[in-house]
């Protein structure tokens, strides 16, 4: 027999235990990350460096992301927590956004404050929420701007207000300001649309073109910028998901599928897959149709792009907004909650051990390598670009110069913060590929004339040589890991850059 779950406590309460929630949450994981001491990722040093110069666009994404982070470091300084802070902050922001999305949807129900609750609380705890926490990347902002486009969405077709459809249009706009994904939020209402049988009704709504207008509005500058900048982002976008390249692959699919239940959690998504099959009742209620749709279509959009050409597993995640209040509405209503805590109580200690995986391996005596440990990728900068920086200091007419993307960011924000050489690198191109931002905007070809330290994690000796009038090698920078394994950087003093060898 099953038992309903109805709580006889008070909305404020659960006001109350949403926020505790909340700050328990966050104040654990910012705790874990710097236990753990995990330096900035290079795509977030290289966003911290577009923010030093605000613009409409940036070579792989729109903006959003590089004026959060300039927002970040101007309250709390250019520190690793400064760039992160936007997350920190926006994750449960969108845990609340969701509350209020339940408390909407289910206005009906008595249990209706428990399901938001649970809605906002099944997110907030998602291995993918929980590992996005620590990082600062463009899913932040798009997940916050789709969860509110969601809420504004439900009060438009609810009210049909002036001021709900402006929103909506507000926030698809700064949400495709965030990530171009934003677009399969369109998708997903039309989806809605046509299974609720309202899409006409929707296309006769000149609110709704006034709502798409604004949307355009916002996103237009972004538009000029591309256009003034051989339409740099577009181009990325559409390489990386390799759409021109048709594979049909299988393994790709089943790939992209894995990764799901390590971002939903084991549980979660098995109950989500289960509630996909079934004909009733999500497909028979208004407010569970909604939720569906907003669920399934991306999903399944992305999983024919993975069986197609390519789509990476995080690309899916804000698929889980509606989908955490979807599956916690439909089992608390059927009585279920048991399974519902089963898989928050899952995710929290699959949230454990990434946190503190360090800690963990340790105590059961594995060695960490750079196979064995996930975070190898974001330690030992700082130590490589406190090497740097002395150099720069002993040369302050020189300016920081090299060939690869990720190790010029982490210099640019670790030796660029403090030293003014550092701040605007310049990037060996020979190619002319376009293939990052520094390739955009600071091709040494364009500004070839002066001194420059050229570093480089490759260890080629007769490049500097060739591609500058004068080149003397300085130092060799390594900055040991793990056993077997070391963090390299060669250094070259060189003066006025003469381009590719012929």
Partial sequence: MKTLFVSPISTRQYWLLLFLGLGLLTAWRLWARQHAGVELFYD?????????????????????????????????????????????????????????????????????????????????????????????????????????????????????????????????????????????????????????????AVLRNPKAYVAAGLAFAILAPNLWWNASHQFASLKHTAEISQVERASYDVGNLLTFVGAQFGLFGPILLGGLILLALRRRPVWQEPALTLLACFSFTPLLLFCGLAFTS?????????????????????????????????????????????????DIARLAGVELTRKTDPYHRVKGWHALAEAVAVELAAHPRARLAGEQRDLLAELQFYVGRDQANARQPLIHNPGGRIANHYALTADLRNRPDGEFLFVSSRDHPDLAPKVFREATRLATVRVPMYRGHERVAYLWLARDYQGAPR
């Fill in 44 to 200: 977030e040093a290289y966003y911290w460096g577009w923010s030093r110069e605000l613009d409409w666009g940036y070579y792989s994404k729109p903006p959003m992301v590089a004026w959060l982070i300039r927002l970040g470091t101007a309250l709390f300084g250019d520190t690793e927590f400064g760039v992160r802070a936007p997350a920190a902050l926006i994750y449960p922001a969108i845990s609340v956004v969701l509350f209020l999305l339940g408390r909407r949807l289910f206005a009906a129900a008595p249990q209706r404050d428990a399901i938001a609750l649970a809605g906002a609380l099944t997110f907030a705890t998602l291995p993918v929420t929980g590992f996005a926490t620590w990082f600062m990347t463009t899913d932040a902002p798009l997940l916050l701007c789709w969860s509110l486009a969601l809420l504004f969405y439900l009060r438009a077709l609810e009210g049909d207000a002036w001021r709900d459809w402006l929103l909506l249009g507000a926030a698809l706009g700064l949400g495709m300001m965030s990530k171009y994904s934003m677009a399969f939020f369109v998708a997903s209402m039309a989806a809605h649309l046509l299974l609720g049988g309202r899409l006409l």
């Fill in 310 to 358: 390519r789509a990476f597993a995080n690309w899916a995640a804000f698929s889980y907004v509606a989908a955490a209040l979807l599956i916690a509405a439909l089992w608390l209503r059927d009585g279920r909650w048991r399974w519902l805590a089963a898989g928050i109580a899952v995710n929290l200690v699959i949230g454990v051990a990434l946190h503190h995986y360090q």
